[in-house]
């Protein structure tokens, strides 16, 4: 069967970059300039409301890398561009990534200006996987902060991701589900989801099949027949009446009667919660748990847990698949050296140290208390994050979900208490950057005829 249009954009192909990557890409060719450069991917501040960001997705960047090359197809597509000639296309029809990458382990908290990784490889291949190393590192980063908020908010809670039908696309949907498994959600309800990263699928049942009964009480019944330990969504007419008839279903049921909880989808959810929890215990049903849904985001649960709301799990969909509140983040794939050669840039508000770098992290007591971003060869205090994944075009490091997963509740637990909060906290993380780099800055301000101090005075990193 022939590969649809929406698998072969799907897929992994080296076609997703931008154009004027491929046009830059012949310009070096062109120029023979082969040498090897260093891009460094960071962010240069926070959104708003946020204390951290949570560095993930390079299970896709590992996987890209690896698999890069131009098909047949992309090459019958790229001869249709009348810029390209045919010694360039040829030159990208056998190009493959073999160059080394670096990154911080996912599941790391990363701060502004720290790169979170590295590609040190021939400027072309380098150039070329700038759309798609942005694109995924960008999106599931800010997926996973705004789920570790959720779960945090939560408060030991159970978390699932309910936000497929509302993210934005096929792939925005699977890399939510993953995210929020990795921040300490307990799994999602999308099935390919669950099965592309092993995590659980986590269902209850929706308004329609109740609606599609003549009576409510008569659904119940029906579903639980088929599925005993499940969860009944009872707010499809009257929230309380339908906790009312699961305690009648339980009473007719007697010891068949399994079903594990309730779901409230609408309404006052918090004055909800303690009504049907109060009818619940009063009836001898205590075992039964509450699930709560409908806009939900850390805010809402935040609220919903200091008014001590007896809700023992929350389903959360748009506001999470879309990180409504800070759905995008300053994100950049940087050239910091070419041909050995430092290289910076002193845009306002888009400074950029030159070289290759490392971020130290200084722990004391179990407790983050800054970082120091310095060159790639300093020998500085602290702990090294950025690690080695590939090395000559193939990986050395694998990324596990799992321990992303723990490494992640590691981080938090070390992250300062006022930094694990929803509010921007007034004394930010303290980073900072060694005297050899700012040196270095100073000598390559100094080669291009800058004023340093005007430079530093106007763009203070």
Do not use: W
Not at 102 to 125: D, K
Request: with cysteine; charged share 25%.
């Amino acid at each position: 069967m022939p590969i649809s249009p929406i698998q072969r954009a799907c897929s992994t192909s080296a076609l997703f970059t931008d154009l004027y990557e491929l046009t830059m890409a012949q310009a070096y060719k062109a120029e023979h300039m082969d040498q090897l450069a260093v891009f460094e991917l960071l962010f240069r501040k926070m959104p708003p409301n946020r204390n951290y960001i949570v560095a993930a997705g390079f299970a896709d960047v590992l996987e890209f890398l690896v698999e890069f090359r131009f098909t047949d197809d992309d090459m019958d597509c790229l001869h249709s561009y009348r810029e390209f000639s045919r010694e360039f296309l040829e030159h990208l029809a056998a190009l493959r990534f073999s160059g080394e990458v670096y990154a911080v382990p996912e599941g790391t908290i990363v701060f502004p200006n720290e790169p979170l990784l590295q590609v040190i490889a021939p400027i072309m291949e380098a150039q070329l996987i700038e759309t798609f190393v942005l694109n995924q590192v960008h999106f599931q980063s800010l997926a996973a902060t705004k789920a570790a908020r959720v779960v945090s908010a939560a408060e030991g809670r159970s978390v699932v991701d309910f936000g497929s039908r509302r993210a934005h696309g096929m792939d925005a949907a699977l890399k939510v589900a993953r995210a929020t498994y990795l921040a300490g959600g307990d799994g999602t309800s999308n099935v390919l989801a669950a099965r592309t990263y092993d995590i659980p699928a986590i269902g209850t049942v929706a308004h329609s099949y109740v609606q599609a009964h003549d009576d409510e009480f008569a659904s119940f019944e029906a579903f639980a027949s088929l599925y005993p330990r499940t969860t009944l969504l009872v707010d499809t007419y009257d929230t309380l009446q339908g906790v009312h008839k699961v305690i009648g279903l339980s009473r007719k049921l007697g010891q068949r009667f399994q079903v594990r909880a309730v779901r409230l989808d609408s309404g006052d959810l918090g004055r909800l919660a303690v009504q049907a929890r109060q009818m619940l215990d009063e009836a001898g049903l205590q075992e039964v748990k509450i699930f709560a849904s409908s806009s939900l985001d850390e805010y809402k649960i935040q609220e919903l847990v200091k008014s001590g709301a007896p809700i023992d799990a929350f389903g959360v969909g748009t506001k999470l698949a879309v990180m409504a509140d800070a759905p995008e983040l300053d994100m950049a794939y940087k050239l910091v050296e070419y041909a050995a050669k430092g290289r910076l840039k002193l845009s306002t508000n888009k400074l950029l140290y030159p070289g290759r770098k490392q971020v130290f992290r200084q722990v004391q007591s179990g407790r983050m208390t800054g970082d120091v971003i310095g060159r790639f060869d300093e020998l500085l205090p602290g702990e090294p994050l950025l690690q080695p994944l590939l090395r000559h075009g193939q990986p050395v490091a694998h990324v596990d979900l799992k321990e992303s997963r723990r490494r992640l509740q590691r981080e938090l637990e070390r992250l300062p208490v006022h930094l694990r909060r929803l509010e921007a906290a007034s004394l930010p993380y303290h980073v900072t950057f060694s005297n050899n780099l700012k040196a270095d800055f100073e000598s390559a301000c100094r080669q291009l005829n800058l004023n340093v101090r005007s430079v530093e005075h106007d763009t203070k990193p």
